[in-house]
């Protein structure tokens, strides 16, 4: 286990495709993506929060979603995520 650990804090502004339909840039479990298979070979966790005003104009939240699990979680749980981690190591 070691002490420090890396997280990526941000918003999934999607690919950019050049299509005008939002698609996330991190894929899903299922289907990862080129950054989530990346990031779960460099981080400890990619923390996730699409704030309105970060996304691009044609991010519509009550429809387009970032499909969270593994690596990829709600940016909340950096919290307890960190609590967890410290207990770990003492």
């Known amino acids: 286990m070691r002490k420090i650990k890396y997280v990526l804090v941000t918003p999934d502004r999607g690919k950019k495709s050049g ?3 939002w698609e996330s840039e991190w894929g ?3 289907k990862p993506s080129k950054n989530r ?3 779960s070979l460099f981080l400890d ?3 996730v929060n699409n704030k ?3 996304m691009p104009k044609n991010f519509e939240p009550k429809i387009h979603k970032t499909v969270l699990g ?3 979680k709600e940016l909340n749980n950096l919290p307890r995520d ?3 981690w ?3 190591i003492n």
């Open 70 to 72: 593994g690596i990829v």
């Open 82 to 84: 960190i609590i967890n």
């Open 37 to 39: 298979l990346l990031a």
């Open 86 to 88: 410290h207990s770990e």
């Open 19 to 21: 299509s005008y339909e």
């Open 52 to 54: 309105v005003e970060f």
């Open 28 to 30: 899903t479990n299922e």
């Open 45 to 47: 966790g990619v923390y």
